[in-house]
């Protein structure tokens, strides 16, 4: 039987509950698929911090680098007010997040928006302008202002810097075509030219990109505020979106309104060696502990880990599946329905549709 090595980072608040509703299902569809998901539990975030010392530390990083795949909860704290928010940057938390992207070199964040059939009325929008939108957000995720130096805090001046190198560009730039190749034939590159010479370098590499390597596939560009107001008011136009780290973050949130939720959003980074896996949501402290929290990011993260690096898409489309038929019959709170965390995956686990075991 085919064994996998998930190095698991649960994280903080909601962080745990949705991990175990997502390795709950995976088991599932593991056993019937005949595959066995070993997972290494390992401590992230802001426990991390306060039981070693650091929210990234070094056993973590270290399993990590030697598994097939990394799973990851959410982790943080409160926005605000909070012990974890008054150490220095590199103990915060986000650092610890930044850090394991960065380690594993996954550049490319892959952010699926999908409304599926059916599923229109969970979505805040007229059911007309959510209907079918199917759009892939793809965030440059180790590059741009999240990484730049110089980064200080002084007395009298707060600084970040944001620099695109092109080699930075250009893969991610690669990636995008690549992925319209198999979808839609076309590219949105979102930037701000307009305005900042960091901007207009990407633009120019974009196009560079494009006109030597993919000059089959539809090309344009957009500047961030008004793919910000595209996207909430006609997100069918979309078909693969390609932007800088901090201008994908903040789409990706605005564009989850459009299936209803910050909780249904998955990810895949990939560009490394080994894959990292997160719902695009964060450790949700208002709701935790609860039975609140949406569980479907990380369900569907978990699946496209099966996908993306381990070779399942049988088993991944299972899962797919399944929370689509869980997300009609029983949605959970955050969507309009009474399901919470643990009725939620009762639902999903029903609505497998397993194949029958040889033996
Ligand atoms: P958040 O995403 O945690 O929460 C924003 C809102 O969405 C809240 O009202 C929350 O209840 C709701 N929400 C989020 N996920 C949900 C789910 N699965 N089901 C139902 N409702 C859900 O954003 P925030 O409050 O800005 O951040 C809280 C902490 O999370 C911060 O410390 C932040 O840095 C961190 N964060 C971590 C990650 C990550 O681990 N990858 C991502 C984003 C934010
Ligand atoms: C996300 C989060 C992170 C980011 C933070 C918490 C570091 O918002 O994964 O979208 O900005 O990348
Ligand atoms: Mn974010």
């Given amino acids: 039987m085919k064994q996998y090595n998930i190095a698991v980072l649960p994280g903080d608040f909601i962080g745990p509950e949705v991990i175990d509703a997502t390795t709950q299902v995976l088991d599932l569809v593991a056993d019937a698929f005949d595959f066995k998901l070993n997972y290494e539990r390992l ?16 056993e973590t990083k270290e399993a990590c680098g030697k598994s097939d795949a990394v799973l990851m909860g959410s982790a943080g704290g409160p926005v605000g007010d909070h012990p974890w928010n008054k150490v220095a940057r590199e103990f915060r938390v986000e650092s610890g997040i930044l850090g394991i992207r960065k380690h594993l070199g996954v550049f490319a964040n892959l952010r699926p928006v999908k ?7 969970l979505s805040p929008l007229k059911d007309a302008v959510a209907q079918g939108t199917d759009m892939m957000i793809i965030r440059e995720l180790t590059g741009g202002i999240y990484f730049g130096k110089p980064s200080l805090v002084e007395e009298n001046k707060g600084l970040s810097t944001m620099v695109y190198e092109r080699y930075e560009v250009e893969r991610i730039a690669r990636v995008a075509f690549e992925s319209a190749k198999l979808r839609g034939g076309k590219v949105t590159s979102v930037d701000k030219a307009n305005v900042l010479d ?5 633009q120019d590499v974009v196009i560079g990109v494009h006109e030597s390597e993919f000059k089959d596939i539809e090309l344009d560009h957009l500047y961030v505020d008004n793919a910000a107001m595209q ?14 780290n901090i201008f994908g973050d903040i789409l990706s949130d605005l564009a989850a309104v459009i299936p209803g939720s910050l909780g249904v ?16 949501h ?34 991944a489309k299972v899962i797919d599946d399944a929370v689509q038929t869980a997300l009609k019959e029983n949605p959970t709170g955050d969507l309009g329905g009474s399901a919470g965390t643990a009725e939620f995956t009762k639902t999903v686990i029903a609505a497998l549709k397993l194949p029958e075991k040889a033996s």
């Fill in 43 to 58: 401590p992230f975030g802001g426990n991390a911090l306060d039981s070693h010392g650091h929210p990234l530390p070094e």
């Fill in 115 to 121: 409304v599926f059939a059916g599923l229109e009325h």
């Fill in 198 to 202: 960091v901007s207009q370098f990407w």
């Fill in 231 to 244: 996207i909430a008011s006609n997100p069918k136009q979309f078909d693969t979106v390609v932007t800088s």
């Fill in 265 to 280: 959003l998955p990810s895949a980074s990939i560009g490394g060696k080994i894959g990292l896996y997160e719902a695009i």
């Fill in 282 to 315: 964060g450790s949700a402290p208002d709701i935790a502990g609860q039975n609140k929290a949406n569980p479907t990011g990380t369900l569907l993260s978990g699946a496209m880990m099966l996908r993306h690096s381990l070779d399942q898409s049988e088993a």
